[in-house]
């Protein structure tokens, strides 16, 4: 079946990706690890400045919900078939992002703060690898009052499929647990993102009061780890935690959950109905890889553009890996002007 306009809906932190190519000397002066993603504190604001005098740097439209909102939409390539709500500032960076959304074809319902300067995030890159450093701004501003506005909430009815990451629960759970308790109420999908190590350790709680909700639970093996090590479940078995996971409670109205954990250039696991698969992922030579960035929300853009045309699982996942075998071969959360995926 052909997606309908505006089927898939995501909500997050949009952020302006300020990326550049630095050294192991920058990482320690700002002590900061590779393949992390952590909020930004008082010792990285100067960072921000440093970056931007670099003569590689480049700015991307980020944020990982809008990231896997416009992978998908570029995968799927018909106009409008997604949507997206986050809130930014009333400035130069802001008006890039509106820009930007709707060269990708996403309608963005974008929340404007008076006050706060739109969210940016250092992207570090050494070897491919990288680092994320947020600093929310605007981004944290989201509030639920914007999503409760007729003009807003009818981008939530007409969705059928709801994605999150887990980002936005240090923002709004306010406006999380109404997306998910509409979607329950509904029949619609709702998907989630473990997202980062910091969210599975310092907001479990609301990570706890979300999870019964999403039909599916997307992440990446360092994250899985960490959601099994502060759950007390003394395994660092993929498979295992990804089974766990998908039989974690569901809340009622809800059949299921899947869990979708990719490991890199290791292959990714699915656990559904007491059972565990793993799909192979496309091998990229290391000369070829340009920057990690975006590989993540790039895969799990791919899998969305598939799961809302009614594909099966192995689809889903193939076309999750196309996207994120692209997205990695170019500098941040980038595509080419149409997909070459069937």
């Known amino acids: 079946m052909a997606a309908s306009e505006g089927v898939l809906l995501g909500m997050g932190n949009p952020l302006l990706d300020i990326s550049a190519v630095v050294d192991e000397a920058f990482l320690a002066k700002y002590d900061i690890k590779l393949n992390n993603a952590i909020l930004a504190e008082e010792k990285h604001l100067p960072m921000y400045d440093e970056l931007a005098s670099k003569g590689n740097v480049e700015y991307i439209a980020g944020g990982a919900t809008q990231n896997s909102i416009r992978v998908a939409q570029w995968m799927l390539q018909i106009p409008g078939a997604t949507s997206y709500m986050g809130c930014i500032g009333k400035d130069k960076f802001g008006e890039e992002m509106k820009k930007n959304a709707q060269a990708a074809g996403v309608t963005a319902h974008y929340y404007e703060d008076e006050a706060a300067p739109t969210g940016t995030c250092a992207v570090c890159v050494v070897g491919g690898e990288r680092s994320l450093i947020a600093n929310l701004s605007a981004a944290n501003c989201y509030k639920s009052e914007h999503l409760k506005r ?50 599975c350790e310092f907001f479990r709680d609301a990570q706890e009061k979300v999870l019964p909700y999403a039909d599916y639970i997307f992440g990446n093996e360092t994250e899985a780890k960490i959601f099994a090590k502060v759950r007390g479940w003394e395994t660092e078995n993929i498979e295992e935690i990804a089974l766990k996971i998908s039989q974690l409670p569901v809340a009622s109205g809800k059949q299921k959950r899947i869990a979708v954990i990719t490991q890199g250039a290791d292959p990714v696991v699915v656990a559904e109905d007491g059972q565990v698969k793993t799909f192979p992922v496309i091998l990229l030579p290391k000369e070829k890889l340009v920057d990690t960035n975006g590989a993540g929300d790039a895969f799990v853009g791919g899998f969305l553009s598939q799961l809302v045309q009614g594909k099966g699982i192995e689809d889903c996942v193939k076309a999750g890996c196309y996207a994120a075998n692209v997205i990695i071969q170019r500098s941040g959360c980038t595509y080419p002007e149409k997909p070459d995926f069937n």
Do not use: C, R
């Not at 909430?153 to 999150?164: F, G, M, R, S």
């Not at 887990?166 to 308790?181: D, K, M, R």
């Open 150 to 199: 007729p003009e807003n909430w009818a981008l939530v009815d007409k969705a059928k499929y709801i994605y999150i990451a887990g980002f936005f629960l240090t923002v709004s759970p306010e406006s999380i647990q109404l997306v998910a308790e509409h979607a329950a109420a509904n029949n619609k999908v709702f998907l989630m993102n473990l997202s980062a190590p910091f969210i």
